[in-house]
Structure formats: structure tokens, C-alpha cells
């Protein structure tokens, strides 16, 4: 099985700040890593794909990279909404998340 | 427009089993997978199984395998999941996902979820 690592698992930032959270996993997937962002109370809802594709209708601040084991998803100035925990997924082998990273307003 | 309607939330007692339904609207049934996710309260996403909607193909995790099964009825445009020995651990948001046609393949849009409540 494919084992998913987040990092942080909580981070506190202001909005306008810029964050930037990680995802390693424990082989090698490519490039099919995906990422989402859930609000309490709600369904995950998807924002990259392909480890840098931006789903339709996400904002441009959100923006994925990386490959193989290694991958980023970065937010630009941070607006209030996007306060929220954040999960990667693996799509390589089954699937797998990462632990999920919770983002909150400092 | 793509949506997907899982059952009502259910209360269960230990050793029980719970069949969870999802019946996605807005495009043709059997061509898209459909996964299922649980979420325990205050816990991370977990991948809990596939199925094709075309085929029936099944794909579940080893820590399920056994206790879980998956299944279609086209007929009605409905996927379902059954989870039985039911344990007080197993009580979480459960939600229905549909998956991407083809590769790289992504979870685009989940149902609302359905509360199990697992309690003696």
C-alpha cells in the first residue's frame, strides 16, 4: 500500500500570507496526486489534479506541483475562505489521503 | 448539472450491518466509477473501495476486505455500500465519490455523506 505523508498537520497563517503545504509519498506515484480542500461540515471538494491541473472554477492562487515522491500545493494570499483542512490523495495504486493538514487564521 | 444523493443517517448496534445508498444525477450512470470515503468524527478521509458501474469490478483495501461489499443496480442508478460487524469505530461520515473517466483519475464530485452511528 501507498502511504501518504502530510506536512504540517496544522499551520496557522494571516490572510494575504502565502503557505505552502507538502505531501511526500512512500514510492514513487508520477504525477497522480490530487488535492482538496474541506470546510467543517461539508464534502471534500476537489482543487488540483495531476498533481498541477486546477480544477474548473478553483482560484488561480491555489497552485500544485511536483512528481514522483514530492509534492507541493501552494496558496497565494490567503483569503478567508480558504481557511480550512487540506488532504492529498494518491490515484497511482488504489487510493490513499495524506493525514490532512488543518490551515487556520493566526 | 453533476449530483450525487446518499441515504439518510443510520444508528446501528454493534455486530450489525448498514447498506449505504448513492444514487448520482446529471450524466449516464454506468460510465464513471464510484468510490466510497469515511470520515470518523474529527479524523482524516479514508479510502474504503471501487467499483466500476460498468463492469462491477471491485478494488477494496486489505483492511476491509471481507467485512465490505460494493455494489451497482443500473437499473436504478444506484451504487451501494454494506459494511457489516459493525464496530463503534466504524461510526463516521460515510461518502459516496464519483471518479474521473479516464486517467490521471480524481474524486470530482461526492455526495453529502451519511452519518453511521455505531452504539450499543
Known amino acids: 500500500d501507498i502511504q501518504m505523508t502530510q506536512s504540517p498537520s496544522s499551520l496557522s497563517a494571516s490572510v494575504g500570507d502565502r503557505v505552502t503545504i507538502t505531501c511526500r509519498a512512500s514510492q514513487s506515484i508520477s504525477n497522480f496526486l490530487n488535492w482538496y480542500q474541506q470546510k467543517p461540515g461539508a464534502a471534500p471538494k476537489l482543487l488540483i489534479y495531476?498533481?498541477?491541473s486546477l480544477q474548473s472554477g478553483v482560484p488561480s492562487r491555489f497552485t500544485g506541483s511536483g512528481s514522483g515522491t514530492d509534492f507541493t500545493l501552494s496558496i497565494s494570499s490567503l483569503q478567508p475562505e480558504d481557511f480550512a483542512t487540506y488532504y492529498c490523495?494518491?490515484?497511482?495504486?488504489?487510493?490513499?489521503f495524506g493525514q490532512g493538514t488543518k490551515l487556520e487564521i493566526k | 448539472q453533476v449530483q450525487v444523493v446518499q441515504s439518510g443517517a443510520e444508528g446501528k448496534k454493534p455486530g450489525a450491518s448498514v447498506k449505504v445508498s448513492c444514487k448520482p444525477s446529471g450524466y449516464t450512470f454506468n460510465t464513471y466509477g464510484i468510490n466510497w470515503v469515511r470520515q470518523a468524527p474529527g479524523q482524516g478521509l479514508e479510502w474504503m473501495g471501487w467499483?466500476?458501474?460498468?463492469?462491477?469490478?471491485?478494488e477494496y483495501p486489505q483492511k476491509f476486505q471481507g467485512r465490505i461489499t460494493l455494489t451497482t443496480d443500473t437499473s436504478a442508478s444506484t451504487a451501494y455500500m454494506e459494511l457489516r460487524s459493525l464496530r463503534s469505530d466504524d461510526t463516521a461520515v460515510y461518502y459516496c465519490v464519483r471518479e474521473s473517466r479516464t486517467s490521471p483519475y480524481y474524486f470530482d464530485y461526492w455526495g453529502q455523506g451519511t452519518l453511521v452511528t455505531v452504539s450499543s
Open positions: 490523495q494518491q490515484s497511482y495504486s488504489a487510493r490513499s
Open positions: 495531476a498533481a498541477s
Open positions: 467499483i466500476s458501474t460498468d463492469s462491477a469490478d471491485t
